[in-house]
């Protein structure tokens, strides 16, 4: 029966989580409970369905924890990619554990797997070494080849989870496109499969094309605890993904046998502890043989990769004797710039490939003797090897670079003989330039001499009209000037004239206002002596003293016209005066 299609998914997560269980039967993640109306429901998921990939990583050789911590380290998207099981399918998954002979086959089916998963690791390891043959046979320098082949290779897919220390690596901008600078070694850039040189493509599905570098940088940062990057690898480091991939792909199925075969193990010594303690005496026996055997296959092996080991490492002293002749023949040519760049290029290779091969020997050695020492001779052989690749693709580059050296040495200095006679060229047309060009500013200087005096005589011509002008306005303005003053001193004349007129006018107002007091008295006197006259006479007459004074005047004793003139001090026409008490008035 033919499978179901895989399909994605996207589930948002809610206030109360995802909105689904999960189980793990078989060896199968799937969906066991799907909660009506939750996230997962509204994403179109049902019971049963099978989970193939969380945020582009594959999961179906994960553990049921590793798988629970990638979803929770997600943050609130999950992406899933997911299968809808058969019935058949749900059946067998359904079915009771096997019994002892079924888990003896399923170990021998999961060993005969880890053997072919092993034969594909070497296979894969064969294929890059004769793909890193195929790069000592191209020309050109390294890094023209890095840089070229980046834009070729295929996209890689890395899953990163962040650990105590962050993501591990660093990030750097040439032109439009990022790459990783710095991949610390044992982070999480470098467990993923992240090396320096690599093109960034895609980060959590969405295009870098064009964003600046802090916008990349946040984008990471928002991405929570674990981050899905695309990348285009460094040129020669397409297959390494790939062997790298496939690495990977082994240890997850190895770590689900192991997890398969520890579970079932489990339950048939919980069901079958008395067969097993029956059959202990036979397996004493059994075992002593195979410690035998193993004894011998152990010299057998030891010997073989020690010979082998001697000979990798002979040939590697040959390999670095050329890469040190094909060096100091490029030391001859090369600039010190160029050999410095060459020589980072080559140390880079070097610490990237002993610090891959570290990882890959991370791992404790075995508890027992035999694989332990097998182990040791393995690693220190992977070692071996790695020197004699280094030193043959060192010494490959050298001599490339020196080829590469002594020929740009030669286009360099013929194009600086190109670029002397043409130097020589250009400096003989300016000279004629320059002549003709003092010729002509020499006749165009004596054409803007002679302009020069018939502008200054014509100038002086000018002036001498403007002075002119100058001369009749300034006379015109003294006449004005003179009439203006002459006319200033009969208006001065005039004023002196009316303070004059005013001056004598107060004069007589001033001596009618003495001359009125003075009759004033007289007249204030006679009076008193009339009214003394009749006071003598009327006290004769009725024989008493009747005193009668003359009334004091009231107001302003001086003359309303004297005061009017007073007040109007300066006045030079005078039209009406107003009247006053006292002043009789009588029209004409």
């Known amino acids: 029966m033919a499978e179901a299609p895989a399909r994605d998914v996207e589930i948002t997560k809610g206030p109360k989580g995802y909105g689904f269980n999960l189980a793990l039967m078989g060896g199968v993640h799937f969906f066991r409970v799907i909660e009506p109306d939750g996230p997962a429901h509204k994403a179109g998921v049902n019971p049963g369905d099978r989970i193939l990939k969380v945020n582009g990583q594959d999961v179906r050789h994960a553990s049921h924890s590793a798988l629970v911590t990638l979803m929770k380290q997600a943050g609130t998207v999950l992406r899933l990619q997911v299968q809808a099981l058969s019935k058949d399918q749900l059946q067998t998954l359904s079915k009771p554990p096997p019994d002892e002979q079924s888990v003896s086959k399923m170990k021998q089916d999961m060993q005969r797997e880890q053997r072919q998963q092993t034969q594909l690791m070497q296979q894969q390891q064969q294929q890059q070494q004769q793909h890193q043959q195929q790069q000592q046979q191209q020309q050109g320098r390294m890094s023209k080849q890095i840089s070229s082949s980046s834009l070729k290779e295929g996209q890689v897919r890395l899953m990163l989870v962040r650990t105590d220390k962050g993501f591990g690596f660093n990030l750097s901008k040439a032109g439009d496109k990022h790459f990783f600078r710095v991949v610390q070694p044992g982070g999480a850039a470098a467990k993923a499969g992240a090396h320096p040189g690599d093109e960034i493509v895609a980060i959590n599905g969405k295009s870098i094309a064009g964003m600046q570098h802090s916008d990349v940088v946040q984008l990471i940062k928002d991405a929570g605890e674990a981050v899905e990057i695309v990348v285009v690898p460094q040129k020669g ?15 997850q199925a190895q770590e689900r046998a192991k997890e398969v075969i520890q579970a079932d193990a489990e339950r048939v010594r919980q069901a079958k502890a008395d067969a097993e303690k029956a059959r202990k005496a036979s397996l004493v026996e059994a075992d002593e043989l195979r410690e035998l055997r193993r004894r011998e296959q152990f010299e057998h092996d030891r010997k073989i990769i020690e010979e082998n080991l001697a000979e990798a490492k002979k040939d590697a002293e040959t390999l670095r004797a050329r890469m040190k002749t094909a060096r100091e023949s490029a030391q001859k040519v090369g600039t010190p710039l160029e050999l410095k760049n060459m020589q980072d290029i080559l140390n880079g290779i070097r610490e990237r490939e002993f610090s891959r091969l570290k990882e890959q020997q991370s791992e404790d050695l075995p508890s027992d003797e035999y694989d332990r020492q097998v182990e ?83 100038a002086a011509a000018k002036r001498r009209q403007q002075e002119d002008k100058l001369r009749k306005e300034a006379e015109a303005r003294a006449a004005k000037a003179e009439a203006a003053a002459q006319a200033r001193k009969e208006q001065q004349k005039l004023f002196e004239e009316r ?90």
């Open 237 to 251: 480091r397409a297959s390494m993904a790939a062997s790298d991939s496939t690495f990977k792909q082994i240890s």
């Open 376 to 458: 040791e001779l393995r690693r220190e052989m992977q070692k071996a090897v790695i020197e004699q690749e280094i030193f043959a693709v060192q010494a490959a580059e050298w001599s490339k670079f020196a080829v590469d050296c002594e020929q740009r040495r030669k286009e360099e200095e013929r194009l600086a003989k190109d670029e002397f006679e043409r130097t020589k060229a250009a400096r003989e047309r300016d000279l004629e330039f320059l002549r003709q060009k003092e010729e002509r500013m020499k006749r165009l200087m004596e054409e803007a001499e002679q302009q020069r005096q018939k502008e200054i005589e014509e």
């Open 499 to 588: 303070e004059e007129r005013q001056r004598k006018m107060e004069e007589e107002a001033r001596q009618l206002r003495e001359q009125q007091q003075r009759e004033e008295q007289e007249r204030r006197q006679k009076l008193q002596q009339r009214l003394d006259e009749e006071e003598e006479a009327n006290r004769d007459r009725f024989g008493v003293m009747l005193k009668r004074r003359v009334p004091e005047p009231k107001g302003n004793p001086s003359h309303p016209m004297i005061g009017h003139l007073a007040q109007r001090k300066g006045a030079a026409n005078l039209l009406h005066i107003p009247l006053s008490n006292g002043m009789k008035d009588t029209a004409m």
